[in-house]
């Protein structure tokens, strides 16, 4: 019996010999593996574009191309380094309970089966979605949808041109996209 008890005590006493480490010391070690730090910032006041008379905020780090065959289409493209793009556009479509439709079934065809997060909000006339999701290798992990109650319809996708196969590596970037299509849709105008 009692020699149960010594051979309980000592495995306990091995165990918990490394626990305490070298206290003396208490330095911080950084991670071998971390989120990337991206050398871009969030912009919290951005600046404001305009799109087929649709005023909006987006980053000021940010250049937008406008494309000049299709009225009310622009790409927010970010600094090289982070590639993205938000693809937008504004349309008064003739039937937009069907444009609402498609543009709902065309979000869940870009997530596929990536699970996702949808925040729906009001912002004056505009009735708004944002729909995200940080899994890897997705391409389209931010889309947006927006209706306004005199049929207008703002739509976009955020777009990686290399996606990363770690979601730890895309993480803060898709973080960096949320936040700015957030901002965009409580400041349309």
């Known amino acids: 019996m009692h020699a149960r008890i010594l051979l309980k ?11 305490g480490g070298d206290m003396e010391d208490s330095t911080a070690v950084p991670r071998r593996r971390a989120y990337p730090r991206m ?5 919290s006041t951005g600046r404001t574009m305009v799109l087929d008379g649709l005023r909006m905020r987006i980053n000021s780090a ?3 191309r406008t494309d000049s065959l299709r009225r009310g289409w622009a790409d927010v493209e970010y600094p090289a380094g982070l ?20 543009r709902r079934q065309r979000i869940s065809l870009n997530l596929g089966d990536a699970p996702a997060r949808a925040e729906e909000f009001i ?3 505009w009735a708004c979605t944002l729909v995200y999701s940080d899994r890897a290798g997705l391409t389209t992990p931010v889309q947006i949808l927006a209706t306004h109650a005199d049929g207008r319809l703002l739509s976009g ?6 996606p990363g196969s770690d979601a730890d590596s895309i993480r803060p970037l898709v973080e960096l996209l949320r936040e700015d299509a957030r901002r965009l849709l409580l400041n349309l105008e």
């Open 62 to 64: 940010t250049t937008v």
């Open 39 to 43: 050398a871009f910032e969030g912009d």
């Open 83 to 102: 590639g993205a793009t938000m693809y937008l556009s504004v349309t008064r479509p003739e039937s937009p309970a069907e444009a609402v439709a498609n």
């Open 157 to 162: 996708a955020a777009v990686l041109h290399a």
């Open 123 to 125: 912002n004056g006339p």
């Open 9 to 19: 005590l000592s495995i306990l006493a091995l165990l918990t010999t490394g626990c």
